[in-house]
């Protein structure tokens, strides 16, 4: 199982890209082997599939695009986004069109937001909070927070609440190995919100850097990943999680989003990018802090995506 953490691009991997997605659901491939939840695993997802890529789905569900003038669904096969090609086929399309029309526009989004099932990835609580409560504005019945319990439900045999419609298990294991990852990536936790920008910066979209050229969230999901840690949690079954007895409590995934969001607060919006939205040029110290962090919280989405799997799919 190591070499297909390896496979993913060695210590290029990109923390939550798709790469860093596969890394996630690598880790909870591997420590589920010989385990009953994995076996499980195999009967829910279907012959030869695996978390390393349903940890993808979620994201490529994303290429099915609406006609405005038909209402018809349709999904548009990219060679931008070659990672998709395995649920590309006919039944595959369908699959992903059956899940974007459920989830499309049953939450009622605001003409300035984006359709249901994109806001599944993510919360938007204002950086100057105190962090994630589901009273807090920028927290939603339709967040990644309620998006992972509501896959939970299903998985349990439950049905998701709505406005969120995960139709079977399978469905329902493919976004959660994606929406794992997603909510231990900082920038999913908040937005910046100022007096000059009401609206927010869209989780560190609209804060520009200089060095590389990019903006601030395509910067940490693009952060080069350590293999040799990843590698330690598969191989020699090193919990970073049960080294620390704290984040090893933390069991839920609106504790997961805090520990995204106290991230956030103290580390990614540090001076100098937190004065502004940029462009602004990312110090040799700041980038080192950011890959250390992406490491450690790549490697507790991947065990905490095995622990709920274990738990649910016994």
């Given amino acids: ?173 493919r976004v959660l190995a994606h929406y794992v990852g997603d909510v231990h990536q900082p920038l999913h936790s908040t937005t910046r919100v100022s007096a000059a920008d009401l609206q927010g910066d869209n989780g560190g979209n609209s804060v520009k850097l200089s060095d590389p050229s990019r903006e601030l969230h395509a910067f940490w999901d693009d952060l080069p990943g350590d293999s040799s840690v990843i590698a330690d949690v598969i191989t020699y079954g090193k919990s970073l999680a049960a080294a620390d007895p704290v984040l090893a409590q933390k069991d839920d995934a609106s504790d997961w989003v805090n520990e995204s969001f106290d991230i956030a607060q103290k580390v990614v919006y540090s001076a100098p990018i937190g004065s502004g939205n940029g462009p602004f040029a990312v110090t040799a110290d700041y980038k080192d802090n950011a890959k250390k962090i992406a490491d450690q919280r790549v490697a507790l989405a991947g065990e905490r995506l095995a622990k709920i799997i274990n738990e649910e799919l016994k």
């Fill in 1 to 173: 199982m190591v070499v297909g953490v390896f496979a993913l691009g060695g210590t290029g991997a990109l923390a939550w890209n798709a790469e860093g997605h596969q890394t996630v659901g690598a880790i909870a491939d591997a420590l589920l082997v010989g385990t009953n939840a994995g076996r499980q695993v195999k009967k829910v997802l279907g012959s030869g599939a695996t978390l390393q890529l349903a940890a993808l789905w979620a994201d490529c569900a994303k290429g099915v695009v609406k006609n405005k003038k038909t209402g018809v669904y349709h999904y548009v096969v990219s060679s931008r986004f070659k990672v998709c090609a395995p649920f590309e086929s006919a039944a595959g399309q369908k699959a992903m069109v059956s899940f974007v029309k459920r989830n499309w526009d049953a939450c009622q989004p605001a003409a300035d937001e984006e359709i249901c099932h994109k806001q599944y990835h993510y919360a938007d609580v204002a950086i100057e909070r105190n962090g994630y409560a589901r009273n807090e504005t920028g927290t939603s019945d339709h967040d990644v927070v309620s998006a992972i319990k509501a896959a939970i439900a299903v998985l349990k045999g439950g049905t998701a609440p709505a406005p969120i419609d995960f139709a079977s298990r399978k469905e329902a294991l």
